[in-house]
């Protein structure tokens, strides 16, 4: 199991490639990369702050968990923190399993508790000023199905 919570780029496709090889027995591969997006044309940084010990045990219980739940072979969770521009990778969630039913249930988990439960602040930069991102309902809502 990998965490690594960065202020640098990453590349999707080379942590997947590096991933995939360091994982013997896996029947799936399953990746998800979550991208700052500009929902109405109007952001200009997507700036993200946590605090470094906090966030990463609070990661590592969620894939922990994940973990127990499912028959993984591997999981790597990458999360960006600093000021990013749309378009930018800010996460990477990866799994491994003998099948893909526990690889891509597990990966799904993962992006719905990092999405409510990692200890990360956003805080939306705009040309008309900034302000932080509100938790939405519909994130916490899909955590009932777990």
């Known amino acids: 199991m990998e ?13 997947l490639n590096a991933f995939s090889a360091t994982v013997s027995g896996a029947g799936a591969v399953v990746s998800f990369t979550g991208v700052v997006r ?16 906090m966030t990463t045990k609070a990661i590592a219980g969620i894939a922990d968990e994940a973990a127990r739940r499912w028959s993984l072979a591997d999981v790597l969770v990458i999360h960006r923190y600093s000021r990013l521009a749309p378009g930018e990778n800010i996460m990477m969630v990866a799994t491994a399993s003998r099948h893909r039913a526990d ?26 000023g900034a302000g932080w991102v509100a938790a939405r309902d519909e994130d916490e809502d899909a955590l009932t199905r777990w």
Do not use: N
Request: charged fraction near 35%; glycine fraction near 8%.
């Open 38 to 53: 500009d929902v109405d044309g109007g952001l200009v940084a997507m700036e993200i702050e946590h605090y470094p010990g």
């Open 3 to 15: 965490i690594r919570v960065q202020e640098d780029r990453f590349d999707p496709g080379a942590e």
């Open 103 to 128: 690889a891509f249930a597990a990966a799904e988990y993962l992006m719905d508790y990092l999405k409510s439960r990692a200890p990360f602040w956003k805080k939306e930069v705009t040309r008309d």
